[in-house]
């Protein structure tokens, strides 16, 4: 019952719920006390609202979000509640006293404070706001970028303020049952004061020495420093901030690059997502100011995502265009027709040529380049199940997809069998889950699929837990959480994590990063990885949540994968372990298999998930594994050789395609030369031009 009342209310906990309902019924309490009147439990119930609220808000609930879709928000709660305090003291007869008045007066004058409140901090923000955000980009010594205001300042500012009145409202009901009404004026004067003090403080955070340049001397700062930098490769992405794992996975073989690399995000909420890297980024919001961008040294554009807004790059000719993906899957999204626009679209091995073949799209087979997964580096190849350790079974299915298509996850109608087959195999097994991220976002099926295989997966781990056959090296273990808890402490200490860390204008100034703090940072990371696993039995189910620890980490601590059509079958092929996909829409084996090449030599699973004995069989006697070749075979078709490493061939790709930029280039100069045209008509439609208009917005002028 209160699972089911979390996930209505969309609340992240039962203490969330309860401080929900708490602050819900706190309201007509008041009105109940105001008119009773009765001060103590006016006094108690206002109490209950108080923290109720700040409680919400500290959490970041979900659920105050809606109130003020519903004209309940902040400012009306408070409202209502000293209009409450107004009505209490009239039903306590000193509708004739001063003390009545002066509360009245008080909280139109609070009131009125909120407006040039939230005004300078509106102002402040948007003042503080860059056209371009940077990291590990020189700016401080470009141009001035002063301090963030203080944090507290600015953090839940209206919160913060709208608390103020709690001087007044202590001291009127102090004054409701005491004479003379001195603590009620003394509270309203704390009220205004602080109000009126906390407005004058946000003043000289307008001023000009406090706010960052203007937006075409922050632009002409970073295009000076492109001009020293001369970026030759760039990647690019667009997209909201759960997808920023689509451009983190590529941010490694960027640093590996052997030209000088940029990254170029379209969204701050990307920025802000974006893992620790040593390559240049710039944030750029604006269409128009990433076309006045001077970006005429790369020769190359890296696409991880197909979307709109890349057409704001798409149109320089002077950078040859690339789609590279963020996975590589028999999913439609592999084969989309949009991939026409670009030069080349680069694909792991062999299938993703095939598949574009089959497709026929409109890619040509010559814009193909086959570059391998630089990113499956990490993923170690399997040795079979370690002497005296039960094997482990990764179950990552993928999310239910926009289309509402039956075979995009196994979750829904496949993954409680899935699930309860291997909690439940003799000889046992361990089982780990990790579901996609988006899992739930579309699908309220998926959703409470998810929190039902969630919740078996934890009553079996209690279970099992409970087991004699089944002991654990308690000291072991806590010596692993100590370890857990040093690293941590370590990393937030290089990351500032918990730190006030200013804001967008700040992040810019200091983000440069230190190239021996973030290779600890990742040293760590992987000592943090490996205590992890330690920090825990080795038989324990597990259930992992966020993105620590990372997908690759979990297939290198597994024997086996059960999981759905998706790039995740295709990188774990890399491992050479047996692995099982899900036949979510039932089409049959044959047709399965013809119709999406990843599973060609995996154990084929129905929604029952009956066929799990054979992919166990294959773990506990990999001798008779009757796949064990195939996996072989595919593994090279999907994702190419193992020699030359993929990190060389996709360098490889990236200097031969430059050379063809500027081949194209030069040729374009040469003949508007010989038309006797303006060379500088090559730069036409490329960023670099200060020609654009105020007027121009995005998707204007894209052709």
Known sequence: MISTAIRVARVGSAAELAAAVLMILGFPALMLAALVPSVPAFAAAAAVTYLADHYLHRKGSYLINRL?????????????????????????SHADDLIFYG??????????????????????????????????????????????????????????????????VIGILVSAVMDPDVAGFVGIGLTIGLGCLYVAVLLPCVRGRKTPPKADVVLAAVDDWLAVYKPETVLYFSGSKDSAYQVNMWLETMERLETRPLIILRERAILNNLAPTTVPVICVPGGVHLMNLDLSTVRVALYAANVGKNIHLLRVPTMKHVFIGHGDSDKLASVNPYSKVYDEVWTAGRAG??????????????????????????????????????????????????????????????????????????????????????????????GAAHQRI?????????????????????????????DLARIEARIAELTGTGGDRGDEAEATREGVVDVHKHQEIARL????????????????????????????????????MVSDISSVVSDFIASGKPYAVTDSAEVGVE??????????????????????????????????????????????YLLGPDEPKSIDQFNTAVADLALKAEARNVGQESRLGAAGADPAELTNAVPGQRGATAGETDGVSAG
């Open 68 to 92: 003020s879709k519903v004209r309940a928000g902040l400012s009306i709660r408070f409202l209502i509640r000293q209009l409450l305090l107004i009505l209490l003291l009239a039903r306590l």
């Open 103 to 168: 509360a009245i007066a008080c909280f139109i004058a609070f009131y009125g404070l909120q407006a040039p409140h939230g005004a300078l901090v509106t102002l402040i923000r948007n003042r503080r706001r860059m056209p371009v955000a940077t990291r590990n980009i020189d700016l401080k010594s470009r141009i001035r970028i002063p301090d963030a205001p203080p944090r507290r300042l600015l953090h839940r500012s209206a919160e913060k303020m709208l608390h103020l009145d709690l001087f007044a």
């Open 353 to 446: 040529r095939d598949r574009y073949a089959i497709a026929d799209v409109g890619v040509r087979d010559a814009d193909i380049v086959e570059v391998g997964r630089p990113q499956l580096a990490p993923i170690q190849s399997w040795q079979g199940v370690p002497e005296g350790r039960i094997p482990t079974v990764l179950y990552a299915p993928t999310w239910e997809g926009w289309d509402g298509n039956p075979g995009n996850t196994s979750i829904v109608l496949a993954g409680e069998h899935i699930v309860n087959k291997l909690v439940k195999a003799d000889p046992p097994v361990r089982v780990l889950y990790k579901p996609h991220p988006f899992t739930g976002t579309v699908s309220k099926e998926a």
């Open 454 to 482: 969630t919740a078996l997966i934890e009553k079996a781990a209690a279970e099992r837990a409970a087991e004699a056959r089944f002991t654990a090296d308690a000291a072991a273990g806590t010596r692993a959480k100590a």
């Open 525 to 560: 990371r992987g000592e943090w990885n490996e205590a992890y696993w330690r920090s825990f039995p080795a038989y324990e189910h597990r259930v992992i949540k966020g993105a620590e620890p990372r997908l690759y980490d979990c297939f290198n601590v597994s024997d086996a």
């Open 591 to 636: 047709e399965f298999k013809r119709q999406n090449t990843a599973v060609r030599a995996a154990v084929i699973l129905s929604n029952s998930a009956d066929e799990l004995g054979g992919l166990l069989d294959a773990v506990r006697d990999p001798s008779a594994d009757p796949l064990a070749r195939e996996r072989g075979e595919l593994k090279r």
